[in-house]
């Protein structure tokens, strides 16, 4: 079983060009993503957040249980869904606004324990931001750490939420002894101004960097850096692509039974290869249709 940790909301998509384009509402956030590929692609997964109980949050809790996510985790609330605007740039690049003042993903509280048979969990995006949920998250972070559960972080950086960059660039670094897999964008990690060597020398085993079009790059603790390329694909549009990734990874290291600090080292140049491999596929998968919509087993073959 992965745990998937962090928000669910909606995204606002435009429908055309203009200021004034309509919007339509589209099932999202980066955790939400996540869970939602990994049962696509068959991994046993759970998801562990706070939704409301409005008619957004019943749309999120049934695209998980159709997706067949466990949802035994997801604590419930009052308050509505965080909002996110979503921008569509001319090469299908998404940038987001984001409305998340009294929702009710930020007051989710660490849960007793972790659902049965929990072998990795995976945090980021908003839900690491936002508070009181984010110191939430972080404890649940360094307390599964603490019990030797393989965790990941995707930080999926989105600057209008964080107030104080620098503060948040320490609080990731102090993250980081607790981490097992970051995955990061280009410019994320530009953004956070850290080096993956620094990073790793902090805990991690690994660092996933992706690069858009052009592919996605592994920096191991044993000094290992391995590269593949993108896929070609007519991009709609890159929402969910990150998150995407960072699903295939996670399967495929649950595939290869190697979620682990020792496994991960016994990968090797082909091991990476081919898991970036796979990843770099189901995120054009994702990238050649509207929305976040990741692909199925079906369509992508041996992870």
């Not at 509505?80 to 940038?95: E, I």
């Not at 989105?158 to 990731?172: E, K, T, W």
Request: proline share 6%; aromatic share 6%; hydrophobic share 45%.
């Amino acid at each position: 079983m992965i745990v998937v940790a962090g928000e669910a909301l909606i995204d606002l998509v435009p429908q055309g060009t203009g200021a004034l384009a309509s919007l339509t509402p589209a099932l999202g956030g980066g955790p939400f993503n996540t869970a939602v590929a990994l049962g696509r692609l068959g991994t046993p997964t759970a998801f562990c957040s706070r939704i409301s109980r409005d008619a957004f949050g019943e749309a999120l809790l049934d695209r998980l249980r159709t997706t067949g996510v466990d949802v035994s985790a997801v604590q419930r609330g009052d308050e509505p869904t965080t909002l996110a605007v979503a921008t569509v740039g001319a090469d299908g690049s998404a940038a987001y606004s984001f409305y998340v003042e009294g929702t009710a993903d930020r007051l989710f509280t660490v849960p007793d324990a972790l659902p049965p048979g929990t072998r990795a969990v995976s945090f980021g995006t908003c839900s690491l931001v936002l508070e009181p949920g984010a110191s939430a998250y972080e404890q649940l972070m360094r307390k599964a750490s603490a019990q030797g559960v393989f965790t990941a972080l995707d930080p999926n950086i989105r600057p209008g939420l964080i107030a104080d960059p620098d503060a948040y660039r320490a609080r990731f670094r102090g993250w980081l002894p607790s981490v097992s897999l970051v995955k990061l964008s280009a410019e994320d990690a530009e953004w956070l101004g850290g080096d993956p060597r620094e990073w790793l020398a902090a805990g991690p085993s690994a660092v996933v960097i992706t690069r858009g079009g052009e592919g996605l790059t592994v920096h191991t603790r044993e000094g290992g850096e391995y590269s593949v390329p993108g896929e070609r694909v007519t991009v709609v549009d890159t929402i969910g692509a990150g998150d995407t990734v960072n699903a295939a990874l996670l399967h495929g290291l649950a595939v290869r039974d190697a979620l682990s600090a020792e496994k991960l080292a016994a990968l090797g140049a082909a091991g990476w290869r081919e898991l970036l491999g796979f990843a770099a596929r189901a995120a054009a998968i994702t990238c050649s249709r509207a929305g976040a919509e990741p692909p199925y087993a079906h369509e992508m073959g041996d992870a």
